[in-house]
DNA sequence: CTTGGTAGG
DNA sequence: CCTATCAAG
């Protein structure tokens, strides 16, 4: 058994004092990957950077205070990779991978855009880059009878399940026709939505709501956060929650994290 | 019998949070001066902007967020000037006077400057032409009969009794030879430190301990708020009091009010 | 250590 | 609405 969990963690020091700290002591979890921990290594404390029983790999932005994923793991990494060959975006802190045995895991914060700004035309660059990337990457990995997990905060819901108010939102950044159909590009290139297919019913299970207005106590939210799996590991999943906090009080990130359960 | 505040605020808006308007609703002042308001009216909820029984003067400073006087009285100015005629320092949300029967009340919030900066060459430039002023402002108003009282932040120690550390900060902005021998002119030329009149005897009491440190739990403080009056004004006061809050919790800036009480 | 502005989300 | 950086104090 090998569980999995990915969470935007919208600040890992602002995190660490919320509650992550204690979710991190609990967790099951054999694999964190992280998102927005937006902080230098040297910026965290000890608890944090360095918990007893995991290894730690973060890749920080070479712009303080912004993006940064990390992969914790209770095992060593065989290795440890940071970005997928971009000139534009390695040292953007928005991707990270590790490698296990037979198993190639992934954190990944896509750009979150805004319509007809530029950090939309560089969400639009970022997609067509990493979506080439990811189909050599399947490539590869099956090739060698490696699996892949390509956890993260892809920063587009695919569905109509995928957000409460997906009508509100046909114009909006991060569900556009073409943001859509670049995800279902991705899938149709050999990756499974392990959450999706476990739960095939929508409408949810949300990973995200607005710190905005009072979109978590109406669970106004949206499922951006995934596990996008090579076939032969999605087919291994036997379980899959959304790891939303009881009470708005009780969050320490406006995401929850999304924990997935592999049979060995 | 007629009683003046001044307060250096640190943010009205974060005051106001934190206990400024219990103690707004509780004071037996008639008149308040305030300073560092860091906000422009707009952004002030009701109940700071316009409370019951007030009338409010602000100048913010052009620099949003930053500098800030106000006059907050039970009776109605005769009259309100922004400025003392500074074309550097007018909109900089450093000085607001106005005019009551037989009485000028001022509030001050002199740069606190670093030296070695261009903020300590901003300061040294502000109290040069000040300076000018405060000497023609007494000149008319006594000629006129009229009283004057100068309240406010002065950023400077006058003496070794004014602060807590006076060895340590001879050569720290504050507590300069040169500041110090500049407000010993401003009172040689027709100004009484009523505080100090009243309290002949130091060390203290302070106005100002700085967030950092326990500068508060040691009683680490300065005294850089004053009310500046003319003599026959200064003659009055009957009694002077540092608002000290009990406690470091109850804090609501990191000046106290100096509250000065004035025979009729 | 704290405030408020600002960028980013 | 929340997390950061930054300038200022």
């Given at each position: 058994m090998?569980?999995?969990?990915?969470?935007?963690?919208?600040?890992?020091?602002?995190?660490?004092?919320?509650?992550f700290v204690e979710?991190?002591?609990?967790?099951?979890?054999?694999?964190?990957c992280m998102q927005e921990t937006r902080a230098e290594p040297e910026q965290l404390t000890a608890e944090v950077r360095e918990p007893e029983g995991w290894h730690t790999?973060?890749?920080?932005?070479?712009?303080?205070?912004r993006s940064g994923v990390a992969i914790y793991s209770r095992a060593e990494p065989q290795a440890v990779r940071v970005g997928f060959g971009s000139s534009e975006f390695d040292d953007s802190g928005r991707y990270l991978e590790a490698d296990f045995a037979?198993?190639?895991?992934?954190?990944?914060?896509?750009p979150s855009g805004e319509v007809g700004t530029d950090r939309q035309d560089e969400k639009e660059r970022f997609m067509k880059e990493f979506g080439e990337y990811l189909a050599g990457l399947r490539e590869r990995a099956t090739s060698q009878g490696r699996e892949v997990l390509v956890c993260g905060d892809w920063n587009i819901a695919h569905q109509e399940a995928d957000l409460k108010n997906w009508k509100a939102n046909r114009k909006n950044a991060g569900f556009l026709p073409e943001e859509r159909s670049w995800m279902t590009d991705v899938l149709n290139g050999g990756?499974?939505?392990v959450v999706r297919s476990l739960h095939p019913e929508g409408p949810g299970p949300y990973s995200w709501?607005?710190?905005r207005?009072?979109?978590?106590?109406n669970d106004s939210g949206w499922r951006i956060d995934y596990h996008f799996a090579t076939p032969g590991l999605a087919d291994r999943a036997t379980s899959?929650?959304?790891e939303r906090a009881p009470t708005y009080a009780e969050r320490w990130s406006d995401h929850a994290p999304v924990t997935v359960t592999y049979a060995r």
């Open positions: 090998l569980t999995v969990s990915t969470v935007n963690v919208n600040g890992l020091r602002a995190a660490a004092k919320k509650g979710w991190l002591g609990e967790t099951g979890a054999d694999i964190i790999n973060l890749a920080p932005s070479s712009a303080k205070g037979g198993l190639t895991v992934a954190s990944l914060y896509l990756y499974v939505d709501w607005s710190y207005g009072k979109a978590f106590d899959a929650v959304v």
